[in-house]
C-alpha cells in the first residue's frame, strides 16, 4: 500500500502559516527597518465582555481561549494549528500552535526558535517589541514585528507559553491595515488564552501503551489506501486470513479452508466464536456482504480492483453490472466459498489487505460517518477519537483467537515531535528521524540499547506520467533518471539511513536480486538521450511541473532532485503541493508530470510491487505506464506454479521495467525504532500487521 510517513516540526509549522494559510493578497506595501531597542509592552487581560463571546477549550491540550462570536473558527491537523480564529475577511487568522519540547526549555527560547524561522521569510523585517509576559498564571513571551510577503505589508504577534514539556504558539498573523482597525480585537483574544488542566486518561500505565500518529485519514477498511489509516484499521478490523510475525499467510475468522483440485476455488470455514465488538455473531453472509458492498461503486474504493479483482465476477460489480459477486457463495452459515478466474498462488496473501475484511452491514446503514465509532472485529475497538488530538483503542474482550495483553493503547496525535516526546516519557515507541540517527547509533548513548533496526519491504520512487509530454517518450524517462546522483542523495541527505534502489524489488522479497541493472548516474548519457528523444534538444521540452505532498515547504530531497535535473540537464521544474493527509487518495486522478510516492508490501511477493504498481491494468499504476510486453510477463507468472520458474520471470519482468524507466526508483526503506525496555512483545515486522496484541507492558520504572 502506498506509504505516507509524515513528520513536520513546531517551527515548520509556524512558517507554513506566514507562507500558504493566510493566502493574504493585496494590501498596500510597507517599508521597515530593525529597530535597535524593542519597545517594552506591558502585561495585559483580557476583556470578556459580549465581544470574546465565542469559546473554545481543548480537554485533550489544555488550554482554552475566548474570541468574537462572528469570527470563524476551525480545528486543523496534519501538523497545522491544533485551533484557528479568522475575522469575517479572512484577513487576520490567530492561530495555536502545540507540541512536545526539550525538558528544560525556557519559554523565551521558544519564542526566539520560531521567529528565527519566520524572520528569513519576511523582507522588510521590523521588530516592533518583545517582552516578558504573563496568561493568567502563565509565563510568557511575546514578539510583535512587521514585514512583507509576496507582496502583503503584515502585522504580527507571536507569543509562547510553556507548561512544564508542553509548549505552546500562538500567532496572529493580519494585513497591516486590518491589524490597526482591530488591533484591540487581536489582543484581547491573544490575552484570554488560558491553561487548563489537561484531560486525564484515568488508564494503568502498567496495561497502556502510549504512541504518536498522525491518525487515520478513514477507518473504513473497503477504503484503506495509506499505511497509517491501515495500521488502525488492522486492529479493529479482521479478516478471513492475517500475516503472522513472520509475514506467513495464517487462520483469521477463517480458523481453515480447503483449495480445489484446480486451484481456484477455496472454501473457507468461519470460527464460530467469532464476533463483531458488540457481541453479534460473523458469518458467512457478512463476509458477501462485505465484498459485494467493497466492489459497489458507489463504495468508490481505490483498491477493491486491486486486491479482489481475481475473484469471479467483480469486474461486472465494479462496473455496476451485477448486484452480486458471481464468484462468492454462502455455502452454510460458517462456510464462505471464492472462485477465482485462474490459480493463483499469491491470491491468499491478497486476502490480507483491508479490502477483503469484514463489516456489520447494520453498523454501515447508521450514516456516512459510521466509521467513527465502527463495530469491528479486531483486537482492539475504537474507544475514543478526537480528531487530530486523540485515538484510544480498548482491548476486545470477545477477540475469537488470544486475548491482547494491554488494555489500552493510546495514539497521541499531532502533538509534537515524536523524537522529543520519547525522551520525555510521553510515548513507548518511536521511528528516529535521519537528524537524531547519529546520536542515536553512537554506542556510547543510552538511547543505543532501546534502538530497533529493521529492513522495510519498501520502495520510494519518482513516477513518470507517461501519458503526458514529455514522458511519453521512454528516452526522457531514461534521461531523467541517469541525472539523478543516488549515492550524493543517500549519503548526504539520508545519512546513509536507507539503500540505494537500483531496482524495484527491495531486499529481503521472495525474487529480488542484486543483479539488476539499474538506470545509473551519468549525465553525458542523459544529454545523449534527450537528443535521441522526439524532443531533440532541452528547449523544445514542455513545462514539467512535479506534484508532491506538503503546505509550503519542499523537503530537502525534492529541492536537490530538482536541483540535479536543473544543473545536468538544464531543466526547470515547478512544484505543486497536494494536501498530505489525502496525498495518496487524490495522486491519480490529479498529478501533473511528475510525483513521488512511496510503497509498501501488503504480502511478500513479488506481484505485488510489479504487477500491482506497473501493470497496464493496475489500480495502483498511477504513472499509467503500459507495456503489453510486460503485462505479459507478470500474467505468466502468476500462473506459475514452480516457484523457481515463477521468481525467474519476475526478475526479467522488473528488468524490463527499469530498462524503460517505467519509474525512477531512489531508494529502499530501513525502518529505524526506539523501543523503551519496559515494552515486551515488540518484534518489528517490515510490512503492516496486527502487532499490538503482541505487547506487554512490564515495570515501567
Known amino acids: 500500500m502506498q506509504h505516507n510517513k509524515i513528520l513536520m516540526t513546531f517551527t515548520q509549522a509556524t512558517v507554513v502559516l506566514l507562507l500558504v494559510t493566510l493566502v493574504l493578497t493585496g494590501g498596500a506595501c510597507s517599508s521597515g527597518s530593525d529597530t535597535d531597542k524593542p519597545k517594552q509592552q506591558p502585561t495585559r487581560t483580557a476583556t470578556i465582555t459580549e465581544e470574546l463571546a465565542g469559546f473554545y477549550e481543548s480537554s485533550v491540550h489544555g488550554f482554552s481561549i ?20 479568522r475575522n469575517p475577511s479572512s484577513s487576520c487568522v490567530v492561530q495555536i500552535f502545540f507540541e512536545s519540547q526539550w525538558q528544560n526549555s525556557r519559554v523565551d527560547e521558544l519564542a526566539d526558535t520560531a521567529m528565527n524561522d519566520i524572520k528569513p521569510k519576511l523582507t522588510a523585517f521590523n521588530l516592533l517589541s518583545e517582552n516578558s509576559i504573563e496568561l493568567g498564571d502563565s509565563d510568557a513571551y511575546e514578539y510583535s514585528f512587521i514585514g512583507i510577503e509576496a507582496g502583503t505589508a503584515l502585522k504580527s504577534k507571536l507569543v509562547s507559553v510553556l507548561r512544564e514539556n508542553q509548549a505552546f504558539i500562538i500567532l496572529a498573523v493580519c494585513k497591516e491595515d486590518i491589524y490597526n482597525l482591530v488591533e484591540e480585537t487581536v489582543d484581547n483574544i491573544i490575552y484570554s488564552f488560558r491553561l487548563e488542566e489537561p484531560l486525564s486518561l484515568s488508564m494503568s500505565d502498567e496495561d497502556t501503551l502510549f504512541l504518536y500518529s498522525t491518525g487515520p485519514t478513514t477507518l473504513d477498511p473497503a477504503l484503506i489506501r495509506d499505511t497509517t489509516s491501515a495500521y488502525f484499521v488492522i486492529e479493529i478490523f479482521s ?17 481453515r479452508w480447503e483449495t480445489s483440485d484446480d486451484g481456484k476455488t477455496y472454501t473457507f470455514y468461519l470460527r464460530e466464536t467469532a464476533r463483531f465488538h458488540d457481541g453479534k455473531p460473523i458469518t458467512a453472509n457478512d463476509f458477501k456482504y462485505s465484498l459485494e458492498r467493497a466492489c ?14 481475481d475473484i469471479v465476477g467483480v469486474n461486472e460489480r465494479l462496473a455496476g453490472q451485477a448486484s452480486e459477486i458471481a464468484g462468492v457463495k454462502v455455502i452454510e452459515d460458517h462456510i464462505l466459498q ?10 491468499l496473501a491478497k486476502l490480507v489487505y483491508p479490502t477483503s475484511f469484514v463489516v456489520d452491514r447494520d453498523d454501515v446503514a447508521s450514516g456516512d460517518e459510521w466509521w467513527y465509532r465502527p463495530n469491528g472485529s479486531g483486537p482492539f475497538k475504537l474507544k475514543e477519537w478526537v480528531e ?27 502533538s509534537g515531535v515524536p523524537m522529543i516526546m520519547y525522551e520525555n516519557g510521553e510515548i513507548d515507541i518511536t521511528y528516529v528521524s535521519s537528524g537524531n540517527i547519529e546520536r542515536v547509533l553512537d ?64 531486499p529481503g522479497m521472495p525474487g529480488y ?41 519542499v523537503s530537502p530531497v525534492l529541492e536537490a532532485i530538482i536541483g540535479m535535473w536543473q544543473q545536468h540537464l538544464g531543466v526547470n521544474i515547478s512544484i505543486r503541493q497536494l494536501e498530505p493527509d489525502t496525498y495518496t487518495y487524490k495522486l491519480k486522478e490529479e498529478k501533473d508530470e511528475l510525483f513521488d510516492i512511496g510503497w509498501v508490501a501488503d504480502y511478500p511477493d513479488p506481484q505485488n510491487f510489479l504487477d500491482v504498481l506497473f501493470h497496464s491494468n493496475a489500480e495502483n499504476n498511477t504513472g499509467e505506464y503500459s507495456n503489453p510486453d510486460v503485462d505479459a510477463l507478470m500474467e505468466a507468472a502468476g500462473r506459475e506454479s514452480d516457484p523457481a520458474i515463477r521468481l525467474t520471470i519476475y526478475q526479467e519482468a522488473e528488468q524490463s521495467l527499469v530498462d524503460d524507466a517505467a519509474c525512477l526508483p531512489l531508494y529502499f526503506g530501513i525502518d529505524y525504532s526506539l523501543v523503551k525496555p519496559y515494552v515486551k512483545g515488540f518484534v518489528p515486522t517490515s510490512v503492516p500487521i496486527p502487532w499490538l496484541k503482541y505487547i506487554s507492558i512490564k515495570s515501567r520504572e
Open 66 to 85: 475566548h474570541y468574537p462570536p462572528d469570527w470563524d473558527t476551525e480545528t486543523n491537523g496534519t501538523g497545522e494549528a491544533v485551533f484557528t480564529i
Open 239 to 255: 479478516g478471513l486470513v492475517t500475516l503472522d510475525q513472520d509475514l506467513q499467510v495464517v487462520p483469521d475468522i477463517a480458523e
Open 296 to 309: 459497489d461503486p458507489e463504495t468508490a474504493s481505490q483498491t477493491a480492483a486491486t486486491y479482489l479483482g
Open 338 to 347: 471464492i472462485t477465482i478466474d485462474a490459480p493463483k498462488s499469491y491470491f
Open 388 to 414: 487530530d488530538e486523540l485515538l484510544v483503542l480498548e482491548r476486545n474482550d470477545l477477540f475469537y483467537s488470544e486475548i491482547p495483553k494491554l488494555q489500552n493503547v493510546v495514539f497521541r496525535l499531532w
Open 443 to 506: 554506542p556510547s548513548n543510552p538511547l543505543n540499547d532501546e534502538l530497533i533496526t529493521t529492513p522495510e519491504l519498501s520502495l520510494w520512487y519518482i513516477g513518470f506520467n507517461t501519458t503526458k509530454p514529455p514522458f511519453d517518450d521512454p528516452k526522457i524517462r531514461q534521461a531523467f533518471s541517469h541525472a539523478i546522483d543516488k549515492d550524493k542523495i543517500i549519503e548526504l541527505l539520508f545519512k546513509d539511513m536507507v539503500k540505494q534502489a537500483d531496482g524495484i524489488l527491495p
Open 513 to 553: 536480486s542484486e543483479q539488476i541493472q539499474g538506470l545509473d548516474f551519468d549525465p553525458e548519457k542523459a544529454m545523449d538521450l534527450i537528443q535521441q528523444s522526439t524532443y531533440g534538444i532541452v528547449s523544445n521540452l514542455p513545462e514539467i511541473t512535479f506534484t508532491t505532498a506538503g503546505i509550503g515547504q
